[in-house]
């Protein structure tokens, strides 16, 4: 059961724009939610994220935006650079037993062309 | 900082064989640490979840006989794969988290492939 969903298993964006990165989730107990950027061979980054008592959180060029109601989730990077090139995995917190597991999402492959 | 490494960063080794892997948090102290394993084009899978000083909580379906974690200090869990076979050929990764803070800081990974 995958409780945390990235749809578009890949995105193609053209230097410069705006690159919009997509997850939903299905547990509504949820209620911290991040997002971590993955090179080949390498541990995921943490970027950004939101406490599900916000709609939207913003850092540089990246912004997560929260749709509670929708159980949606957004990444938006603008404008999009090469070295953005990378997997992203949307993940979702939620207490349990004292401890904050993370279930994370199958990732999206962001290509940035240039 | 937030720094975490994984020693090896590769490890090749015959089946049958034990393999430990370690995880590190280097500038700072990590009461809680996790395992993952990533297996191709397919998502972070936690394994288990290991406190300082306290046995580890291992997820459904993952063996804590087959896979040892220790959490003997604040800076430093290992992972045991024992009587390592092909099928446990995988990324593994940890992650550790400071404090009460959500934020889980990734080590770069171990890749381990058995023969």
């Known amino acids: 059961d995958q409780q945390v969903k990235q749809n578009s298993p890949s995105l193609s964006v053209q230097e410069g724009r705006i690159s919009i990165l997509n997850c939903d989730y299905t547990?509504?107990?949820?209620?911290?939610f991040l997002w971590y950027k993955k090179y080949p061979a390498e541990g995921p980054t943490f970027l950004i994220s939101?406490?599900?008592?916000?709609d939207k959180n913003e850092d540089g060029r990246f912004t997560v935006f929260l749709n509670k109601s929708a159980k949606h989730l957004s990444l938006h990077i603008v404008p999009s650079q090469p070295g953005d090139s990378a997997v992203y995995f949307c993940?979702?917190?939620?207490?349990?037993?004292?401890?904050?597991?993370?279930?994370f999402g199958t990732g999206t492959k962001l290509q940035v062309i240039p | 900082g937030a720094v975490v490494s994984q020693h090896p960063s590769r490890v090749i080794c015959k089946s049958g064989t034990s393999v430990k892997i370690e995880c590190r948090s280097l500038?700072?102290?990590?009461?809680?640490m996790f395992w993952y394993r990533q297996f191709p084009k397919k998502s972070l899978m936690l394994m288990a979840t290991s406190n300082e000083g306290s046995k580890a909580t291992y997820e459904q379906g993952v063996e804590k006989d087959k896979f040892l974690i220790n959490h003997a200090s604040l800076t430093l869990s290992t992972l045991t794969v024992t009587s390592a076979h092909p099928e446990d050929s995988s990324f593994y990764i940890c992650?550790?988290?400071?404090?009460?803070?959500?934020?889980?800081?990734f080590g770069p990974g171990t890749r381990l492939l058995v023969l």
């Open positions: 547990n509504s107990m949820f209620d911290y």
């Open positions: 992650s550790a988290k400071k404090g009460a803070q959500e934020t889980q800081y």
């Open positions: 993940a979702a917190s939620a207490s349990k037993g004292g401890y904050q597991k993370v279930t």
């Open positions: 500038d700072f102290q990590a009461t809680t």
């Open positions: 939101i406490s599900s008592i916000k």
